[in-house]
């Protein structure tokens, strides 16, 4: 009886194209590695000051505290989206080279000319030139989300944040001197100043919401990213960040008066006023998920 022959050419031939095609990916995947840890280890040099100092500064400034929190919700996103970007093709572009050479005229910039937030900036910019560079378009909208909420580490330039934080001195307190005379205590308001018959109350940065406003505004960015599909809606909930920081904490301040006006000033200054701005803080982000949770319910019956 016959028998047939095993192609054994054909089949030897598949497994060598296999085997190629896999040590091809693997010396891929390893090029990759290696370029990522050369570029990571030159990227640490060149920024070493730059990221010291903004770390410094999230340890020693209690407005920017929250630059902790940014970086490990920005690797959450990254950790939470890894499916996504890995099955991302890969297709580097020339275009990251006018990305990354924008970045470093910044970090000249900054540096010579001191200006910290400069120098930051230029190292978020420089990773989002990287990623178009060595990984493609496709890629950095992948990683959008991640890379883009890094800018929310950075602390404002310090002539933003006086011009920010003077007009919301004066807007809370004037409201909290409104609301002072509607409740019978009679209020003289003078700048940021507001004197009770037996207490005066100096509104400084703490007390009008500009400390609060800067951590508020990057939890609503998060809360938004994690909540909310609806770019629209997202940004709605970051615009009412804003009246229901300064809001509340004109409340903190009427409520600062009261205590003090009524009971000494000790009960309007040290544990009782610290105490209650973290109430006021935690006040204010559940009255914007409340917000949120009303929105969505008007949105399902408006779509009913």
Known sequence: MPTKRIPTISVTREMAATQSVGNLAETSRRTIVTQGIVLAVLVAVLYWSTIGGLVKQWWTDSDYSHGF????????????????WKQTEIRPSVAGL???????????LGTFGAELFLARVSFVLLLGGLIVYFLGWKMLRA??????????????????????ALPLQFLASKLAGNTLDLLGVPALREGNVITLPSISLNVVEACSGIRSLMALITLAIFYGLLMEKRVWVRTLLVVLAVPLAVGINSLRIVGSGLLGQNFGKEYAEGFFHEFSGLVVFAATLTALVLLHALAKLGLKKRAA
């Open 143 to 164: 990683v959008a989300a991640p890379w883009a909420v890094l800018f929310l580490m950075i602390p404002l330039p310090v002539i933003v944040f006086n011009e920010i």
């Open 69 to 84: 929190i940014v970086v490990i919700f920005a690797g959450y996103l990254l950790w939470r989206s890894r499916e996504q």
């Open 98 to 108: 006018p990305w990354i050479a924008v970045a470093m005229a910044t970090l000249t």
